[in-house]
């Protein structure tokens, strides 16, 4: 029989949210595909609303157990997604020259994506199976190191640079957390700074060329050069007030590259300007900043540490896509969360936020 409490405690505000972003990203959607309805823009709409609905229903499903089973599940889902990747490097469906899909029939999806669930799931089993850690050093962290090191290496391989880059972030975020020596971390910064050749040489081309525009926009104007410039006169037109819905030049002309995955933000920042950036910006705040007082009133440490990853992949994934449209940092291939066109990661992010709602709804319960 459900317990009426789990009723009582559902979480209205994070569900507000999460209706909040697909109403808007919908919206979004509809008008970085309408140049193109005709030629697969109006397929593409409808698709990310199924992805929508299917989302929604993930949601639901991962609200409705209680989350301590995770613990139990964690080290075996993290397995399941390793055998995914290593399967994608050899299975894997190949397109505009990376190798991340995997195909069930007609779906495909990225166990790139799944990589970012199994990660917090493990990392939050080991720090909680560590109770209140006093501070952690480095040699006490060679476990969550290596959880971390091989789907990074994995994903790094298909290539997907951005991904890996991000899922390091959310573990390092996690370390962070669970309190690790100041010492520690400035021999972790050294070690970064001076892995950094080492990383240079290890990019393939199109990635060094990438970095390249980023510090000089003006070298490669029509080529590595291209998406950033065209997305930051898109930004800059729409001003204060914006162009209008449905109005935005560079978006119907399709000047703005990826326009409905990488580059949607852009998009609504020429229709809507800096007042209608803001107001979505303020959501994605205010959802890291409830996600955090989740992760404060959980009632043990593994809920906590796993509200703390989810709230960390919200916070990279976001301030790494609306970084890179803006110019402020390089061109990595990382879509905006809830908004970006894209089933895998819009399902995973829905299974994520259900895992949220599922921590703050047993709030009162003790294990």
């Not at 799931?121 to 190191?145: C, I, M, T």
């Not at 110019?327 to 992010?349: A, D, M, Q």
Request: hydrophobic content about 55%.
């Amino acid at each position: 029989m459900l317990d009426r409490r789990l009723i009582q405690n559902f979480d209205w505000v994070l569900l507000l949210l999460l209706l909040l972003e697909a109403g808007i990203s919908i919206l979004n959607l509809y008008s970085a595909t309408y140049p193109i309805r005709d030629m697969g823009g109006a397929e593409i709409f409808l698709k990310q609303i199924y992805w929508f609905l299917i989302g929604f229903a993930v949601f639901l499903l991962a609200t409705t157990f209680n989350y301590y089973v995770l613990e139990r599940l964690a080290y075996p889902a993290y397995f399941f997604t390793v055998g995914l990747l290593i399967l994608v490097l050899f299975a894997g469906r190949v397109m505009s020259g990376s190798q991340r899909w995997l195909s069930l029939g007609p779906i495909s999806f990225q166990p790139s994506e799944l990589a970012k669930i199994a990660v917090v799931l493990v990392l939050a089993k080991f720090f909680s199976e560590r109770g209140e850690f006093k501070e952690y050093r480095l040699r006490d962290l060679w476990q969550p190191f290596i959880l971390t090191a091989i789907p990074c290496f994995l994903i790094l391989k298909e290539p997907d640079l951005g991904t890996s880059l991000f899922l390091a972030l959310i573990s390092f975020s996690m370390i962070l957390i669970a309190k690790v020596n100041w010492k520690s971390l400035v021999i972790l910064a050294g070690a970064s700074g001076l892995a950094a050749p080492l990383i240079w040489f290890g990019l393939k081309e199109y990635q060094q060329k990438r970095v390249l525009s980023f510090l000089r926009p003006d070298m490669d104007p029509l080529g590595a050069g291209y998406h950033i410039n065209q997305s930051k006169i898109a930004i800059g037109s729409g001003q204060i007030w914006g162009k209008g819905y449905l109005q935005g030049t560079q978006t119907r002309l399709h000047f703005l590259p990826e326009q409905h995955t990488d580059f949607a933000f852009s998009v609504l920042a020429e229709e809507w300007g800096l007042i209608g950036s803001a107001v979505l910006l303020m959501i994605y705040l205010f959802m890291i900043l409830w996600g955090l007082n989740i992760a404060k009133n959980s009632k043990d440490r593994f809920g906590s540490m796993i509200a703390v990853g989810i709230v960390s992949i919200v916070f990279w994934q976001v301030a790494i896509n609306v970084g890179m449209v803006t110019g402020l940092l390089p061109v990595v291939g990382i879509p905006l969360l809830l908004f970006s066109y894209g089933g895998s990661s819009l399902i995973t992010t829905m299974a994520a936020m259900g895992i949220l709602m599922n921590i703050s709804m047993r709030r009162f319960m003790f294990q």
